[in-house]
DNA sequence: ATATTTGCAAAGAGTTTGCATCATA
DNA sequence: TATGATGCAAACTCTTTGCAAATAT
């Protein structure tokens, strides 16, 4: 699991390392501050400061992916060996759903040509309601 | 132009008038601190409180739309009258190049069914870098 | 040895909130 | 006149920064 580690010419310290491992524990979509609070104080003292660091760090390795919320806040996912997928958020009860169409990328390699552009990566955001039971008994 | 305004059953106050006003006279994303600095203090002392009401107003009314950078800030522009459309955000230069690609109709319109959800509104961003000369020319 | 990384606490940016005052409907 | 809107300043949240001490290479 920490084999994933490329910090190419970087320092391995002990708080990148334990940082990584946390997040590979993890499965969800979570915030800087999330990740702030799973770290175990008894184990590890690691300052938000760090985090923010490591976070960066791993962000420009392309272990992590960064997405940017409707409320000026970030969340992060790994992405080391996930395939690129966008989300579907729903506006009711917050879950997001993961999907993956190939057909964007047709749409980003016309613009392309349309716009006279490089395209290096793009978000994609859907938001609207599930029909989860759940999700809908949660409305008012 | 003014009588775009819908301001539902909400009240007609002086300030909201004189912000739409400002808003429509321009043609660019701009954040609401540009907006604050727009006000002419001599004509008109509008608070940053108010400000930021009336732009979440302006948001619910769709008179304007509303855009999250990669930074946690937001960006607004008008949207009354103009269609839909995405942005290309220039990693180099910041500019922004809007686009319109009916193929992401048709995705939002089959993932509904693949993912049983109903589909609101999306936002697309594509991130790369223009060709433009005056940009090229800035890169280190 | 030395340049990077850390922790801490303080600063910063953008946004929201509380409340008394003001003004639209 | 009654409720909604405003201005002000303080509070808040998330994130960044400065610097001395610690540490990986």
Not at 33 to 46: G, P, R, S, T, Y
Not at 78 to 98: L, M, R, T, V
Not at 132 to 137: H, P, S, Y
Request: aromatic fraction near 12%; hydrophobic fraction near 30%; glycine fraction near 4%.
């Amino acid at each position: 699991m920490e084999d994933y580690i490329v910090l190419k010419k970087l320092r391995r310290t002990p708080e990148r390392n334990y940082l990584l491992k946390l997040i590979y524990e993890r499965n969800d979509h979570f915030g800087a501050e999330d990740l702030f609070h799973a770290i175990d104080k008894n184990q590890f003292n690691v300052s938000k400061a760090t985090v923010y660091n490591s976070l960066d760090l791993f962000l420009e390795c392309g272990i992590i992916t960064k997405h940017y919320l409707n409320n000026n806040t970030s969340i992060y996912e790994k992405a080391y060996g996930f395939k690129q997928h966008d989300h579907f958020i729903c506006q009711e009860c917050k879950k997001i759903i993961e999907f993956c169409d190939p057909r964007l990328y047709q749409i980003k390699k016309s613009l392309e040509e349309v716009l006279k552009v490089e395209i290096n990566s793009h978000q994609l955001y859907l938001y609207g309601s599930c029909q989860d039971k759940a999700c809908k008994g949660s409305r008012k």
